[in-house]
């Protein structure tokens, strides 16, 4: 038994999902960790789900990178440290800024990303910035501007409780976002009126809850949210006063819709045309709608023009900003927000400033006193590759995330960085496969090691917080990140002594010269100092200085961050998927399971949670299967022009003919089968620059185990 008076409980936050739901970890005397859900947290209100719970058992030193190396060979953090700024400065020195590049991850802290950011754009004069968020959810990044004149979230989870109608689209909570799952489940058992429709070409786990299923053709979103916005407008649903008060753009958006034809929708998503009227039907008679989508509509060539369909129909319906009402994007991971905010994508600037507004620049670079900003946007994820593979970018360093795994054609990826002069990777883990590929290895520190803060899918701020000692020569990202500006010649402008200094910095830029004009300002968090910031509670966005703590949701009356203030309508054209290839007649769509988390590295050491689904697999429909003479528990090769891969087939219904289901977790490290992302396409939106994830065609067929 341990010493009760001896353990210690400190409050964090789960490192796993965009829910963000708090945690109490506890240290027992004996040296050993447990952890339970934070009653006190608003995310989860003491709930977890199967990972959560299972945190504790991923904290051995199993498999940690603990010391600095270079070319695979242990060295001192100061060698590998010179090392990096001097091959760094020297790139740039003979090629330009342009020419290095940092990816980061939805998974290292917002004063991680805060130091990247500033060295990359401000110091480097470059915005070859950008993260696997990109992968994530950048077409909700998009529509959020272009419809809101900023990356706004209008709502809170208390919307979903407080709805009578949610729509889910493209979006499997039970697996991916399960806490949020449950706080709806729990809803509905206790709100007879609340009615749940799930949008998706699978019947995932999350059909469990729905009142209605569309299981609609891949990619066909746009024609059956235009569809409801003509619909809305011929029942005389709209909301008159909303949309000629705060928008703009509304009669483009309707034309381009077009009329309400039942019989075309229907052709267009493979939906019978009862269950469109039928949905068609709910929303029209449900005041308190949310629509929440994830990556379902984000991973696509389209994903920012689903976005803006589904925005369109709230804002016609003036249901947004209200009480159990609202578009709502849930994002994947754990920081994927806090990235955003300090403007970790090559596409923005900090505080959700624009990099092509000239006045956006002066202002951020008169802040941090930097010498050359970055003047135009640089390469989003998959160009970014493309250009190290293409020789542009000479110098990389990779943080937090396993691009030779993770990316759309992984192999071309991997092939990349093995010509690219020169690589950085820092990470926990050595079971990461993009290390084979680096020149400097550095050790970061883990969670339960790292202190700083994190952003969930409702704007809430919460801390991570460390109760375990840094192993090894692990250091934060930030510190590594720092200590190589200073060895730049930006010594003054990256001196903190702590992850609060950062914070604090962060803070008070979101606020400068700042009336109100900007959505994400937390000026007011700027003077906690060192033990307000250890004592921070979980806290929605904005926070303004000076201000009372006002209603958490924006846009009941309008306030849009545009030059008007109104918002957006955007005319988006429903066009048909692409044509599948007669040699790839099947369409691949990949994605998570319940209880592994990316590429493994943390929930593959827990037997617990690799018993949900012990290896990976292919989730196909059985008339698909009998075609090719494939039998359920069979290997089955999936193959595109970009690569392969070989895992079992689970054949089922739930998959929709023509489709394919595959996992992304496993990498080589895991099975021996080949990597999912291999047979991806490199596709991406042209607006947002995420990547199709959820449409390559593809072949298969069985493989003979003789
Ligand atoms: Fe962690 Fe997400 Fe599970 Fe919450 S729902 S415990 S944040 S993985």
């Known amino acids: 038994m341990t010493d009760p008076a001896q353990a210690s409980t400190i409050k964090t936050t789960c490192p796993y999902c965009g829910v963000g739901c708090g945690v109490l970890a506890t240290t027992a005397a004996d040296g050993s960790v447990s952890v339970k859900g934070d009653p006190e947290h608003p995310a989860n209100f003491g709930r977890l789900c199967s990972k959560g719970s299972a945190l504790a058992e ?16 242990r060295e001192s953090w100061d060698t590998a440290l010179d090392l990096v700024a001097d091959r760094f400065a020297q790139t740039i020195a003979e090629h330009g800024p342009d020419s290095v590049a940092f990816y980061v991850s939805g998974q290292i802290l917002t004063e991680d990303y805060y130091v990247a950011n500033k060295l990359m754009k401000g110091f480097i004069g ?64 206790t709100n007879p009126a609340l009615r749940v429709v799930v949008i998706d070409p699978r019947r995932t786990a999350t059909c469990e809850l729905a009142d209605l299923h569309l299981g609609l053709k891949p990619d066909t979103d746009v024609a059956l949210f235009n569809g409801l916005l003509a619909y809305l407008a011929e029942a005389d649903c709209l909301d008159q006063s909303y949309i000629d008060q705060y928008t703009n753009g509304f009669d483009g958006a309707l034309a381009k819709a077009g009329p309400v034809d039942m019989a075309k929708i229907a052709g267009q998503t493979g939906l019978s045309a009862q269950d469109i009227a039928l949905f068609y039907t709910m929303v029209a008679r449900t005041e308190k709608t949310v629509t929440v989508y994830s990556q379902g509509v984000n991973q696509s060539v389209v994903g920012t023009d689903k976005v803006n369909a589904i925005i369109n129909t709230h804002l016609a ?38 990099i092509e507004n000239p006045d956006h620049r002066e202002l951020v670079q008169s802040f941090w006193q930097s010498p050359s900003m970055a003047t135009r946007q640089g390469l989003k994820a998959v160009d970014m590759f493309r250009a190290v593979g293409e020789g542009r970018i000479k110098a990389i360093w990779i943080m937090a995330t396993n691009p030779v795994d993770s990316l759309p054609d992984a192999d071309d990826v991997a092939m990349a960085l093995k010509a690219c002069p020169f690589v950085v990777v820092s990470d926990v883990s050595t079971a990461v496969d993009t290390l084979a590929y680096a020149d400097v290895a550095l050790p970061g520190a883990a969670w339960g090691e790292k202190d700083g803060t994190v952003t ?17 020569e692990t250091r934060p990202d930030w510190w590594a990140l720092c200590e190589v500006a200073k060895r730049m010649g930006f010594a003054e402008r990256f001196d903190y002594a702590d ?10 830029l979101s606020a400068h010269d700042n009336d109100g004009q900007r959505d994400f300002d937390i000026g007011g968090l700027a003077d906690l100092g060192r033990s307000g910031y250890q004592d ?33 309508f955007i005319a988006v054209e429903a066009v048909a998927p692409r044509k599948r290839e007669r040699t790839y007649p099947f369409v691949l769509n990949t994605g998570r399971v319940r209880d592994h988390w990316h590429t493994m590295t943390r929930t593959g050491k827990t037997a617990r949670l690799s018993a949900h689904m012990a290896e990976p697999y292919a989730e196909i429909h059985p008339d698909d299967a009998a075609s090719i003479g494939l039998a359920d528990a069979e290997l089955v090769e999936v193959k595109s022009p970009h690569g392969r891969v070989v895992v079992r087939a689970l054949v089922s219904d739930k998959a929709q003919k023509g489709s394919v289901f595959v996992p992304l977790h496993w990498t080589d490290q895991f099975a021996s089968t080949g990597r999912v992302d291999a047979v991806v396409a490199p596709e991406t939106d042209p607006v947002s620059g995420q990547p199709g994830s959820k449409f390559t065609p593809v072949a298969l067929s069985r493989v003979s185990s003789s």
């Open 456 to 472: 969930n899918s409702e704007r809430r701020i919460s801390r991570q917080r460390g109760f375990l000692d840094l192993p090894g």
């Open 317 to 354: 319906t003036g249901r947004i900003g209200r009480a159990g009402m609202g578009p709502f994007s849930i994002t994947g991971q754990p920081n994927a927000m806090g990235g955003r905010e300090v403007g970790g994508l090559a596409n923005m600037l900090a505080a959700h400033m624009a």
């Open 126 to 189: 470059s915005a070859n910035i950008d993260t696997n968020s990109r992968l994530c959810m950048a077409s909700s990044v998009a529509g959020h501007r272009r419809a809101f004149g900023s990356d706004t979230v209008p709502g809170t989870y208390e919307d979903l409780e407080k709805a009578d109608l949610v729509v889910l689209v493209g979006s499997n909570l039970a697996w991916c976002h399960p806490v949020i799952f449950q706080r709806i489940e729990a809803a509905k058992a």
């Open 58 to 73: 991923t904290l051995s030193l199993d498999d940690r990178l603990l010391y600095p190396q270079i070319n695979g060979k």
């Open 499 to 508: 992850a609060s200094e950062i914070f604090a910095e962060h803070a008070s």
């Open 536 to 568: 921070l509670d979980p806290v929605q966005w904005p926070v303004r200085a000076g201000q009372p703590r006002r209603d958490s949701r924006f846009f009941a009356g309008g306030g849009y961050f545009t030059p008007d203030r109104k918002a957006n």
